[in-house]
Nanobody, 119 residues
Framework: QVQLVESGGGLVQPGGSLRLSCAASRSIFSINVLGWYRQAPGKEREPVAHIISGGSTNYADAVKGRFTISRDNAKNTVYLQMNSLKPEDTAVYYC?????????????WGRGTLVTVSS
């Protein structure tokens, strides 16, 4: 079991940058998959980026080339660096972790942090 707490959201102008952080309550060294999702007003939650323990990453087409996911195992933290932000990036961003428990993979979620991109 793990608790996740996001931070770093706020108001930013189009073209600006923001870095989100997700702090885990325990070591993330053994967590193979960490990811970020987002949910815009009136839309369903969608995947944004994922990173595995080996360092491989994947991104949604809408953010590819602009967002970067990374993890710092020593700090038990995963980050999402967001550059060249657009108004359509406005959403609540959630951190998630896939954890193997008794041969079953369970997904844990943070409560989210709001990102608003507006002039």
């Amino acid at each position: 079991q793990v608790q996740l707490v996001e931070s770093g959201g706020g108001l930013v102008q189009p073209g600006g940058s923001l870095r989100l952080s997700c702090a885990a309550s325990r070591s993330i060294f053994s967590i193979n998959v960490l990811g970020w999702y987002r949910q815009a007003p009136g839309k369903e939650r969608e995947p944004v980026a994922h990173i595995i323990s080996g360092g491989s990453t994947n991104y949604a087409d809408a953010v590819k080339g602009r967002f970067t996911i990374s993890r710092d195992n020593a700090k038990n933290t995963v980050y999402l660096q967001m550059n060249s932000l657009k108004p359509e990036d406005t959403a609540v961003y959630y951190c998630a972790a896939d954890v193997l428990e008794r041969l079953t993979v369970k997904t844990y979620w943070g409560r989210g942090t709001l990102v608003t991109v507006s002039s």
